[in-house]
């Protein structure tokens, strides 16, 4: 009888330290931590269960998205950057920005090219139509005299980035065109608080002020979280010379 006792009390103690229930028990409950995985069709599961094992992913074909429109489509995250985009499948599609209304994007074939006629087109109007700002580097048949005689240039490109909130080392997603003609430099008088020029980047990012001698101070035109870790800067141009100004914009992107 002693014997039964001891074995009763030995398999009750260990079902105890084994965390098996007793008949008429209720399992304690268990907190699993707050996690999240991605699934192949773009949902999340979090874990789940005594074991807080991650939920199985619903076992759904994920639909092919080729475009940033079809991404947007199918309820995928969009993310409000410029241009925008979209992540679908592991994928990243950015926005392709049309000219829908017949409006050129600044900076882009928007002006009229006049280089040759005689006269330097310093400062123009940006609509359609207008002519093209003009500097000795895009014509110099017209405007290097002047410059050589009264005038300096302050030149440069600049790099933007970055454009995907996930970059690979060595592997930078794409700038569109759109990402430079969309932003502005501006030249400053030397106090920094007065406009003397400013210009949209060309296509390639790159930008040139002709400016009476002088001292300056280049900005660019700040939207949203974006900022230039080389900007403001003071240059000094002196008549007939070319002063570079290379730098970069840091989008804000993570």
């Keep these: 009888m002693k014997r039964i006792y001891l074995f009763s009390l030995l398999f ?7 965390g098996c229930t ?4 209720t399992p304690k409950p268990v907190a699993c931590t707050m996690e999240a995985k991605l699934c192949p069709d773009g949902s999340y599961v979090s874990r789940t269960g005594p074991n807080c094992e991650f939920a199985s992913c ?6 092919i998205i080729t475009n940033f429109e079809e991404c947007a489509a199918a309820g995928y995250p969009v ?14 599609f950015v926005e392709e920005i049309s000219n829908t209304n017949n409006v050129q994007p600044p900076g882009e074939a928007a002006c009229k090219d006049l280089c040759g006629d005689g006269v330097c087109q310093e400062i123009v109007c940006l609509a359609i139509g207008c002519p093209c700002s003009e500097t000795p580097e895009s014509c110099p048949q017209d405007c290097a005299q002047k410059i050589n005689e009264e005038f300096g240039v302050i030149s440069g490109k600049v790099t933007i980035g970055p454009i995907c909130p ?13 990402a430079y003609t969309s932003r502005q430099v501006i030249a400053y008088d030397q106090t920094g608080k007065n406009v003397v020029q400013k210009t949209y980047f060309n296509p390639n990012g790159t930008f040139a002020f002709a400016l009476p001698a002088g001292t ?19 240059v000094t141009v002196k008549a007939g010379e070319t002063v570079r100004v290379d730098f970069s914009i840091d989008t804000g992107i993570r």
């Design 216 to 234: 300056y101070v280049i900005d660019i035109f700040k939207t949203g979280i974006e900022r230039s870790p080389d900007l403001p800067i003071t």
């Design 22 to 25: 007793l008949p008429g028990q």
């Design 166 to 178: 996930v970059e690979k080392i060595g592997e930078p997603c794409p700038v569109p065109a759109s």
């Design 12 to 18: 009750v103690f260990v079902l105890i330290i084994s």
């Design 58 to 63: 619903p076992n759904l074909p994920a639909k």
């Design 79 to 92: 993310m409000e950057s410029y241009p925008r985009q979209c992540r679908a499948n592991g994928q990243i």
